[in-house]
């Protein structure tokens, strides 16, 4: 294929526009999200608790800009300033929720209809990671670590404060804490960050940005089709216990193991 035509599909895909279309996608996996982690008492929770159900799902839609206003010192309630956008998350909290017949959420459950909304989901996360490390390079143009946090947070905000979101429900649930086990979309936030960085402040990557921003929604949809499709939940996972095993003391249990069964006999013969 002409580099050409990859060159302006990706020139393309930057000035992509994701109000109201893939706004609409986020929304509407923010809410499948609530639905799914209230499991069978959603019809119960829905009805008893319209205002917490619907502040739970504002709060995740918005968690990317609540937090990392929160951690830049900005205006938290700023996230809120677009009433469209806060119109347009309500318009789909109801759906999913209270449409008739739940014809809303079993369309959006189709696997042809979910696809389509995962996949422009990743391409609006790339958008968010982008837009904040831009932010925070204005902001603090010489700490690459601010920048990694607010792309990290502006791609998957809604994980990081998952627990304060059940909280808001009623649910104390501790070990739900993001930093105890990452899930995928943290540690490639945190991958597609760095890039990022690498392709705005440093000259490592010799690319346009438009062809790196291409790579990485790419890089986005096909483990989020992977996960749906073939079960490949984590991708890292292997390189994570293999490092590991080599820097973390992973070798040591091992040894470990191996030296109580020797020693233990021995000394119980000694006695």
């Known amino acids: 294929m002409d580099p050409m035509i990859f060159l302006e599909v990706s020139n393309e895909l930057t000035k992509l526009k994701m109000f109201p279309y893939f706004d609409i996608a986020h929304f509407v996996v923010t809410c499948l999200y609530l639905r799914e982690d209230l499991s069978t008492g959603h019809h119960a929770f829905s009805r008893k608790h319209p205002l917490a159900c619907w502040i739970s799902c504002m709060f995740s839609a918005f968690a990317g800009n609540i937090l990392s206003g929160f951690l830049l010192g900005e205006p938290i309630v700023e996230a809120f300033k677009s009433t469209n956008h806060v119109i347009l998350g309500t318009a789909v909290w109801y759906l999913i929720f209270y449409s008739p017949f739940d014809i809303v959420y079993k369309i959006c459950k189709f696997l042809p209809i979910k696809v389509v909304i995962a996949i422009m989901k990743e391409v609006i996360r790339c958008k968010k990671i982008n837009d904040g490390v831009g932010h925070a390079a204005q902001l603090y143009p010489n700490s690459h670590l601010i920048m990694v946090i607010i792309g990290t947070v502006k791609g998957n905000g809604a994980s990081l404060v998952k ?22 979309a943290t540690k490639a936030s945190i991958g597609a960050s760095i890039i990022f960085i690498l392709d705005k402040k440093t000259d490592l990557i010799s690319a346009p940005h438009s062809l790196v921003y291409l790579g990485i929604v790419i890089f986005f949809i096909y483990f989020k089709l992977s996960s749906m499709l073939l079960g490949i939940h984590d991708p890292f996972l292997p390189f994570e216990n293999l490092v590991c095993a080599l820097f973390f003391g992973g070798r040591e249990m091992p040894v470990k193991m191996e030296m109580q069964r020797t020693i233990c006999p021995e000394m119980a013969k000694v006695k």
């Open 163 to 184: 627990i304060i979101e059940r909280c808001l429900r009623g649910v104390w649930m501790p070990n739900s804490i993001e930093f105890l086990q990452p899930s995928f």
